[in-house]
């Protein structure tokens, strides 16, 4: 999961849809759970790390 939301610009609903969840409730809920960060962060840290210097 955690795969999908880094290389897209498409908003946590959107990103859902396309992993079939129901909601982006429960991804994000899913996300949580099995990184341990939620996927606004996650796409934070992936942006920091790919960031022009």
Same mark, same amino acid.
């Given at each position: 999961?955690?795969?999908?939301?880094?290389?897209? *610009?498409?908003?946590? *609903?959107?990103?859902?849809?396309?992993?079939?969840?129901? /909601?982006?409730?429960?991804?994000?809920?899913?996300?949580? /759970? !099995? /990184?341990? !960060?939620?996927? /606004?962060?996650?796409?934070?840290?992936?942006?920091?790390?790919?960031?022009?210097?």
């Amino acid at each position: 999961m955690p795969a999908t939301a880094a290389p897209t *610009d498409l908003p946590v *609903d959107g990103v859902a849809a396309r992993c079939g969840f129901g /909601s982006a409730v429960t991804l994000r809920q899913r996300f949580a /759970s !099995t /990184s341990g !960060t939620s996927p /606004s962060e996650y796409r934070r840290r992936c942006d920091a790390r790919v960031a022009p210097a």
